[in-house]
C-alpha cells in the first residue's frame, strides 16, 4: 500500500481467447491469434483513453500462477507509466542471444529470470499495441505462434508462460 511504490491501484480485468476452454494460442490458427491481437489493440484503445498505461499479459498454466485453465489473458490500466529501454538494437547489433526475428520482431532473452523466458520486441518505437500497422500485426501473430509451438515442442507438452504486452 506504498504509494511510492504503485501509485494508483491498476484498473482490471480479463479477456478469454477463443470459445472452446481447451485451445492455447499456439493451438490456433495464426489467423485466430491476429483476431487476439486485435481485440487486444481494441481494449489497450478504449482504457488507454482514460489510463497512460495499459498491460496485458498472459500466465499459461499452473505452474506460473494461472488461476484459470481456460487460455485467458489480464489486462492492468493504470496511472503511472513504467519505462522500457530502447534494448533491441544493441541485440541486434550484437547478435549473439536472438532466439527468433523476423520483418517486424525480435525475440531474445532480457533479464531473464526463468531458464526459456524471453522478451519479443518491436524492430521500431511502437507505444501501443493499437499503433501497429497491420504486416506488423501479421508479423506479431506469426512470431508468437512460432515462439509459442517451440516451447510447446521444447518438452513435449503444453508449456506453462507468463507473456505481457509493455507499451
Known amino acids: 500500500n506504498d504509494p511510492a511504490l504503485q501509485p494508483d491501484a491498476p484498473e482490471r480485468g480479463v479477456m478469454c481467447f477463443h470459445p472452446w476452454s481447451d485451445i492455447t494460442l499456439p493451438l490456433m490458427s495464426t489467423p485466430e491469434v491476429r483476431n487476439v491481437i486485435d481485440r487486444w489493440a481494441d481494449v489497450m484503445s ?3 483513453s482514460t489510463y497512460p498505461w495499459v498491460q496485458i499479459f498472459e500466465n499459461k498454466g499452473a505452474m506460473m500462477g494461472c488461476s484459470n485453465p481456460h ?3 489480464q489486462i ?3 496511472n503511472f507509466l513504467p519505462m522500457l529501454l530502447d534494448y533491441c538494437k544493441l541485440e541486434e547489433t550484437r547478435k549473439e542471444r536472438v532466439v527468433l526475428g523476423n520483418e517486424h520482431w ?5 533479464w531473464a529470470v526463468w531458464p526459456f523466458q524471453t522478451l519479443l520486441l518491436p524492430r521500431r518505437h511502437v507505444i501501443r499495441l493499437q499503433d501497429l500497422t497491420s504486416s506488423e500485426r501479421d508479423s506479431l501473430a506469426s512470431i508468437m505462434k512460432r515462439l509459442l509451438c ?3 515442442n521444447l518438452f513435449e507438452i503444453s508449456f506453462p508462460y507468463s507473456m505481457g504486452w509493455h507499451g
Open 71 to 73: 487460455p485467458h489473458c
Open 106 to 110: 525480435l525475440v531474445v532473452p532480457y
Open 150 to 152: 517451440k516451447y510447446d
Open 46 to 48: 478504449d482504457l488507454g
Open 76 to 78: 492492468w490500466a493504470s
